[in-house]
């Protein structure tokens, strides 16, 4: 692991990431393909970013090939970040309205961004497995998560990590864009679409409904 890796990651709690994580055989052995591919990428595990105290959580899926794998940072260097950060700043969780790089001095404020997988798959699609594996970091970074907090999934697959990490029935949960769920310790979850290129040049997911999701979440924190 090289220097500016060490430093990513070094306030960040064991629990909530591993750098040198190998638990996955097959995400492992994609991301040493890519990293010859690639050697100026991060091309491994990728750390959560911003508050650690954070009463917002935003959970995603996994890291984008020439996105968070490559940039070391969730959502930097790919086309959905763009409008997530865009969102961010303006309802307040960011100080700036992009995300270049780890060095760019951006700062979240009461918000933290992870993911459901913390390693690059292949095609962008983890298994049950590689999910199920990387389960037990989202649910310790779930737990510092106050009452009063909002987790916020990006994706069906974030959102049943979610519910499983919290040992919640998924029938009790069913995901639904701009859905409110009460989750235990008095906080609560909310879904969105995930700000993928697919979605929002297909208008799945527009600019107003990703950005009506976090006022809602900003209601909720208070």
């Known amino acids: 692991m090289t220097?500016?890796?060490?430093?990513?990651?070094?306030?960040?709690?064991?629990?909530?990431?591993?750098?040198?994580?190998?638990?996955?055989?097959?995400?492992?052995?994609?991301?040493?393909q890519t990293?010859?591919?690639?050697?100026?990428?991060?091309?491994?595990?990728?750390?959560?970013?911003?508050?650690?105290?954070?009463?917002?959580?935003?959970v995603g899926l996994a890291p984008g090939k020439h996105g968070a794998n490559a940039s070391g940072r969730p959502f930097t260097g790919d086309h959905a970040g763009i409008l997530l950060y865009q969102t961010l700043y303006r309802y307040g969780f960011a100080d700036a309205a992009e995300s270049v790089?780890?060095?760019?001095?951006?700062?979240?404020?009461?918000?933290?961004?992870?993911?459901?997988?913390?390693?690059?798959p292949p095609e962008n699609k983890p298994i049950g497995a590689e999910v199920?594996?990387?389960?037990?970091?989202?649910?310790a970074?779930?737990?510092?998560?106050?009452?009063?907090?909002?987790?916020?999934?990006?994706g069906t697959v974030a959102h049943r990590a979610i519910v499983r990490a919290l040992e919640l029935r998924l029938a009790d949960y069913p995901f639904a864009h701009g859905e409110i769920h009460a989750?235990?310790?008095k906080r609560h979850l909310v879904d969105s679409y995930h700000c993928s290129r697919y979605?929002?040049?297909?208008?799945?997911?527009?600019t107003q409904m990703?950005?009506?999701?976090?006022?809602?979440?900003?209601?909720?924190?208070?």
Do not use: M
């Not at 970074?141 to 990006?154: Q, S, Y």
């Not at 990703?210 to 208070?222: R, Y």
């Open 141 to 154: 970074e779930l737990k510092a998560v106050a009452a009063g907090g909002v987790v916020l999934a990006l």
């Open 101 to 120: 790089s780890v060095t760019d001095g951006l700062r979240l404020l009461n918000c933290r961004l992870t993911n459901a997988v913390k390693c690059l």
């Open 132 to 139: 199920r594996s990387c389960n037990h970091y989202l649910a």
């Open 3 to 32: 220097t500016s890796k060490r430093s990513i990651s070094a306030r960040i709690p064991k629990a909530w990431y591993v750098s040198d994580c190998s638990d996955c055989t097959r995400l492992v052995r994609h991301l040493r």
């Open 210 to 222: 990703f950005q009506a999701v976090f006022a809602t979440a900003k209601k909720l924190l208070g």
């Open 183 to 185: 989750l235990p310790g």
């Open 35 to 58: 990293h010859q591919e690639y050697p100026y990428y991060h091309c491994a595990p990728v750390p959560p970013f911003g508050d650690l105290k954070a009463k917002l959580l935003v």
């Open 199 to 206: 979605n929002t040049q297909t208008g799945r997911l527009t």
